[in-house]
């Protein structure tokens, strides 16, 4: 059985108010995209300028000068390696092994008191 044999599409159900929704919809969600796009591909250097300010304003020039220079490739593939090993080795891999052993019961007054509460009858 093929089951595109079931499915009937049917265009004239489309009205024109369905295609409108449909336009505005997309519209929208791909003008908050380029939006999006355009902010965050500006936002560095944003942030440089700001940089700049500040450090011209506590009067150091050159390192003002420095600010908001990029980064090589290479220097930031060693800084993501070196956080990916550090982080790594953080967490220790364990055996997922579990042994149960069953504990001797001491007797204390503490492990007296809940068989009197199991045997709590209501009235």
């Known amino acids: 059985m093929n089951l595109f044999l ?3 599409l049917d265009p004239g159900a489309i009205s024109t108010d369905h295609l409108m929704l449909a336009v505005i919809g997309y519209s929208v969600v791909f003008l908050a995209l380029l939006l999006l796009y355009l ?3 500006q936002l560095p250097r944003l942030l440089a300028f700001n940089l700049r ?3 011209r304003k506590e ?3 050159e390192k003002a000068a420095m600010a908001g220079s990029a980064i090589p490739g290479e220097v930031n593939a060693a800084i993501a390696t070196a956080i990916y090993l550090y982080l790594s080795e953080l967490h220790d891999h364990e055996t997922a092994v579990l042994t149960i052993t069953k504990a001797a ?3 204390s007054p503490w492990n007296s008191k ?3 509460v199991t045997h ?3 009235f």
Do not use: D, V
Request: glycine content about 4%.
């Open 6 to 8: 079931w499915i009937h």
């Open 39 to 41: 902010f965050f591909r």
């Open 53 to 55: 300010r500040k450090l």
């Open 59 to 61: 009067g150091e020039p």
């Open 105 to 107: 019961k001491t007797y």
């Open 114 to 116: 809940i068989y009197n």
């Open 120 to 122: 709590f009858r209501r």
